[in-house]
T-cell receptor
Framework: AQKITQTQPGMFVQEKEAVTLDCTYDTSDQSYGLFWYKQPSSGEMIFLIYQGSYDEQNATEGRYSLNFQKARKSANLVISASQLGDSAMYFCAMREGEDYSSASKIIFGSGTRLSIRP | DGGITQSPKYLFRKEGQNVTLSCEQNLNHDAMYWYRQDPGQGLRLIYYSQIVNDFQKGDIAEGYSVSREKKESFPLTVTSAQKNPTAFYLC???????????????FGPGTRLTVT
């Protein structure tokens, strides 16, 4: 069965430092997609970055990059040069299958609360 | 502006009452989803719908019901059978296949339901 594990319930990081949020996943599918979302205290879910299982390059979006290690089934999020506005909950998520009709469900990890210190 | 709206932002109900949460999107997305989030937890899937007049149970469907009569709307009813209905409820939709961002889910702002 699908499973997403985030082992860091909370992290404190100094402003301007880089931070890595851990995520491991379990799936028996060859084709899947991995996501990271940010949830500020307002509750909205903000999409950050996506990695397809067949993508050979690690995904990057501005200050966000996804360190994808397929053999180890890990998909860690790296935030470079952290800012005070990065303080939020961060969720790793996975969808099995990249075919639209075969699997529309996404499962989420339990999240990591990131706090940036000035 | 295209997006997903959920109303109201905060909802209070007495135990034993059914309550319906609204979710509307004008993004022309076929697929829509309902999630529940408890404090300090991740999101859990309640129901999802890939097309009008069709929907499937997610992982925690008991005590909930949905309808999908229009593409734009996917209301969720929290029934009195739901034992612990107090939670944050998020609605999402997904672009159709073949688009450059078809993998992504777009979320609404959420409804915080409190049942006493």
């Amino acid at each position: 069965a699908q499973k997403i594990t985030q082992t860091q319930p909370g992290m404190f990081v100094q402003e301007k430092e880089a931070v890595t949020l851990d995520c491991t996943y379990d799936t028996s599918d060859q084709s899947y997609g991995l996501f990271w979302y940010k949830q500020p205290s307002s509750g909205e879910m903000i999409f950050l970055i996506y990695q397809g299982s067949y993508d050979e390059q690690n995904a990057t979006e501005g200050r966000y990059s996804l360190n994808f290690q397929k053999a180890r089934k890990s998909a860690n999020l790296v935030i470079s040069a952290s800012q005070l506005g990065d303080s939020a909950m961060y969720f790793c998520a996975m969808r099995e299958g990249e075919d639209y009709s075969s699997a529309s469900k996404i499962i989420f990890g339990s999240g990591t609360r990131l706090s940036i210190r000035p | 502006d295209g997006g997903i709206t959920q109303s109201p932002k905060y909802l209070f109900r007495k135990e034993g009452q059914n309550v319906t949460l609204s979710c509307e999107q004008n993004l022309n997305h076929d697929a829509m989803y309902w999630y529940r989030q408890d404090p300090g937890q991740g999101l859990r899937l309640i129901y999802y719908s890939q097309i009008v007049n069709d929907f499937q149970k997610g992982d925690i469907a008991e005590g909930y019901s949905v309808s999908r009569e229009k593409k734009e709307s996917f209301p969720l009813t929290v029934t009195s059978a739901q034992k612990n209905p107090t939670a944050f409820y998020l609605c999402a939709s997904r672009p159709p296949p073949g688009t450059s961002v078809s993998y992504e889910q777009y979320f609404g702002p959420g409804t915080r339901l409190t049942v006493t």
